[in-house]
């Protein structure tokens, strides 16, 4: 009898099946060059759930191949190293040619659910696109990039994540020398508004077009057969900026440098800089301290959200239409799709952070009074964002008892108590049964947030001691924000008056 052949098929080979389509596009998008090898690289932490995500070998990423890919050190015949061309406006000032300073694409892998995804090494180098810049990442900024996506991954919100870093052995000057490091980025793609205004800015209408039709294929596949595909592209991503916008704010994230090379064309959160969560709840909140004048203040987010988009129909205008006021009329009705995502988005998303459903026969306009006057009492009494809603989250609006850990984060408390009499009136009729409404609460009142000053301790831990606990910690209930960790309860706590973090830098 003959045996099934026990000929073992050949080991699937552990690099990682990088793609190239970006790099297939014309060669002035991006620039080829390879990443400057790092003196003594050193794994600093593996992201393997990603890593599994991405289909790709954990145990390869982890062997000294991979970290000497990871580094830039050497790379697997699998890559194809690019930095890409991108323009940009900077804090309101249009900078034509800003591009990939200091990261570099190592390709594409299908994930698996069969996205695309973007592996890039941040602080990998001097690309052609460096200026007067090393090329290099300081290890804070890369740990903050680390916690802050997976925190945002972890909360539900669209985001670029790390896969990975290594210390470099080498250290960075900026204000002092500090330990270099490089950051893995994993990224839906890198292509941003600033990519558009590149090519719109030379008045290269076919790299515009060519991009566009790039950006439709890769993202926004359903709109390739629209007959106006161009007004339904800026339409669809000014839709998920709107939706991501209002997201940042329903968790008090701040992006802090909104520039138009930061805004990705994806939806994806991207560019963690000088970005943080606030604590006590103030619309006018700045921690990033290049924002002198307060642009990118979290109340802000909003309006400079939709004038980042306005820079991007201004490039898409030739391929809307040849006349130019048929072209702009075009755009602005793209652009409507702004405010229609955001409303429902962040309204309704207020309302259901304090339990309110929209049934049938709803004011909507009632309840979002209600919750803005929430936020007014908050603002005025200096109460945590996170903990108001998570600790409504908790509470019975008729059991005073319920209430008190609420009340007791405004400065005066009694401020609290009048609106929990209107929250009280509109729940009472409804006749829910407490548990589910709660249910539904903590499912979006977040009780882990990265808040900075656990931010800056892991940082004062890795920079000074090499200690990477804390980092482990942190990332630990940020990565499951919604669940309650009894043991890491002291996460939940807004810094004490000596730990506030007041300003963020981005570091590079
Ligand atoms: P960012 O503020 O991180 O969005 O960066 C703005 C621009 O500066 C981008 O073109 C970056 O690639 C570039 N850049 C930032 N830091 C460095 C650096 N250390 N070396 C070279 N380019 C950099
Ligand atoms: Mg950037």
Same mark, same amino acid.
């Given at each position: 009898?003959?045996?099934?052949?026990?000929?073992?098929?050949?080991?699937?080979?552990?690099?990682?099946?990088?793609?190239?389509?970006?790099?297939?596009?014309?060669?002035?998008?991006?620039?080829?060059?390879?990443?400057?090898?790092?003196?003594?690289?050193?794994?600093?932490?593996?992201?393997?759930?990603?890593?599994?995500?991405?289909?790709?070998?954990?145990?390869?990423?982890?062997? %000294? $191949?991979?970290?000497?890919?990871?580094?830039?050190?050497? /790379?697997?015949?699998? +890559?194809? &190293?690019? !930095?890409?061309?991108? @323009?940009?406006?900077?804090?309101?000032?249009?900078?034509?040619?800003?591009?990939?300073?200091?990261?570099?694409?190592?390709?594409?892998?299908?994930?698996?659910?069969?996205?695309?995804?973007?592996?890039?090494?941040?602080?990998?180098?001097?690309?052609?696109?460096?200026?007067?810049?090393?090329?290099?990442?300081?290890?804070?900024?890369?740990?903050?990039?680390?916690?802050?996506?997976?925190?945002?991954?972890?909360?539900?919100?669209?985001?670029?994540?790390?896969?990975?870093?290594?210390?470099?052995?080498?250290?960075?000057?900026?204000?002092?020398?500090?330990?270099?490091?490089?950051?893995?980025?994993?990224?839906?793609?890198?292509?941003?508004?600033?990519?558009?205004?590149?090519?719109?800015?030379?008045?290269?209408?076919?790299?515009?077009?060519?991009? %566009? $039709?790039?950006?439709?294929?890769?993202?926004?596949?359903? /709109?390739?057969?629209? +007959?106006? &595909?161009? !007004?339904?592209?800026? @339409?669809?991503?000014?839709?998920?900026?709107?939706?991501?916008?209002?997201?940042?704010?329903?968790?008090?994230?701040?992006?802090?440098?909104?520039?138009?090379?930061?805004?990705?064309?994806?939806?994806?959160?991207?560019?963690?800089?000088?970005?943080?969560?606030?604590?006590?709840?103030?619309?006018?909140?700045?921690?990033?301290?290049?924002?002198?004048?307060?642009?990118?203040?979290?109340?802000?987010?909003?309006?400079?959200?939709?004038?980042?988009?306005?820079?991007?129909?201004?490039?898409?205008?030739?391929?809307?239409?040849?006349?130019?006021?048929?072209?702009?009329?075009?755009?602005?009705?793209?652009?409507?799709?702004?405010?229609?995502?955001?409303?429902?988005?962040?309204?309704?998303?207020?309302?259901?952070?304090?339990?309110?459903?929209?049934?049938?026969?709803?004011?909507?306009?009632?309840?979002?009074?209600?919750?803005?006057?929430?936020?007014?009492?908050? !603002?005025?009494?200096? @109460?945590?964002?996170?903990?108001?809603?998570?600790?409504?989250?908790?509470?019975?609006?008729?059991?005073?008892?319920?209430?008190?850990?609420?009340?007791?984060?405004?400065?005066?408390?009694?401020?609290?108590?009048?609106?929990?009499?209107?929250?009280?009136?509109?729940?009472?009729?409804?006749?829910?049964?407490?548990?589910?409404?709660?249910?539904?609460?903590?499912?979006?009142?977040?009780?882990?947030?990265?808040?900075?000053?656990?931010?800056?301790?892991?940082?004062?831990?890795?920079?000074?001691?090499?200690?990477?606990?804390?980092?482990?910690?942190?990332?630990?209930?940020?990565?499951?924000?919604?669940?309650?960790?009894?043991?890491?309860?002291?996460?939940?706590?807004?810094?004490?008056?000596?730990?506030?973090?007041?300003?963020?830098?981005?570091?590079?």
């Amino acid at each position: 009898m003959t045996r099934p052949s026990t000929a073992a098929a050949p080991a699937p080979s552990p690099l990682p099946a990088f793609e190239h389509s970006y790099a297939g596009l014309p060669g002035h998008f991006y620039a080829d060059i390879a990443p400057t090898a790092v003196a003594e690289p050193a794994l600093l932490r593996l992201n393997r759930a990603l890593a599994a995500d991405l289909q790709l070998d954990a145990h390869w990423l982890a062997s %000294a $191949d991979g970290v000497a890919m990871l580094a830039g050190n050497r /790379l697997p015949a699998t +890559a194809r &190293p690019i !930095a890409m061309a991108y @323009a940009g406006h900077q804090f309101g000032n249009f900078v034509p040619s800003l591009g990939d300073g200091r990261a570099i694409l190592l390709g594409e892998v299908i994930d698996r659910h069969g996205h695309r995804r973007d592996v890039q090494l941040k602080g990998a180098g001097r690309t052609p696109f460096s200026r007067s810049g090393d090329g290099r990442a300081a290890l804070g900024p890369v740990l903050r990039e680390y916690i802050l996506g997976e925190a945002m991954h972890g909360l539900g919100i669209p985001t670029t994540r790390a896969l990975g870093m290594v210390a470099t052995g080498e250290p960075v000057f900026r204000e002092r020398p500090e330990p270099g490091a490089i950051l893995a980025r994993v990224a839906a793609s890198h292509m941003r508004v600033g990519t558009f205004e590149y090519f719109a800015r030379r008045g290269d209408t076919d790299a515009v077009r060519t991009l %566009a $039709d790039y950006l439709i294929q890769r993202h926004y596949p359903t /709109l390739a057969d629209d +007959a106006e &595909p161009y !007004a339904a592209l800026l @339409a669809a991503v000014a839709a998920r900026q709107g939706e991501l916008i209002a997201r940042w704010l329903l968790v008090g994230f701040i992006h802090g440098v909104m520039n138009t090379d930061n805004m990705a064309l994806s939806g994806e959160t991207i560019d963690y800089g000088p970005c943080a969560f606030m604590d006590a709840y103030d619309p006018n909140q700045v921690y990033s301290s290049i924002d002198r004048f307060g642009r990118y203040a979290y109340g802000q987010q909003p309006s400079i959200g939709l004038w980042n988009l306005t820079q991007l129909a201004n490039c898409l205008l030739p391929l809307l239409d040849d006349d130019m006021d048929a072209a702009k009329t075009k755009a602005r009705t793209a652009l409507d799709a702004y405010g229609q995502a955001f409303e429902p988005a962040y309204y309704g998303g207020l309302r259901a952070k304090i339990g309110l459903t929209d049934d049938p026969g709803t004011d909507t306009g009632a309840d979002d009074e209600l919750v803005t006057d929430l936020l007014g009492r908050m !603002a005025q009494h200096g @109460a945590d964002f996170t903990n108001t809603f998570r600790l409504l989250s908790d509470a019975s609006p008729d059991d005073p008892g319920t209430l008190e850990p609420v009340r007791s984060l405004f400065a005066e408390p009694a401020a609290f108590d009048d609106w929990a009499s209107r929250w009280q009136a509109r729940l009472t009729p409804h006749n829910e049964l407490d548990a589910e409404r709660q249910a539904r609460m903590r499912a979006l009142n977040p009780a882990y947030i990265p808040r900075n000053h656990r931010v800056q301790a892991v940082i004062d831990a890795a920079t000074q001691g090499g200690d990477l606990t804390p980092l482990e910690q942190l990332l630990a209930v940020v990565s499951r924000p919604y669940e309650d960790h009894a043991e890491h309860a002291e996460y939940r706590n807004p810094p004490a008056a000596h730990e506030v973090v007041h300003q963020t830098f981005c570091g590079t």
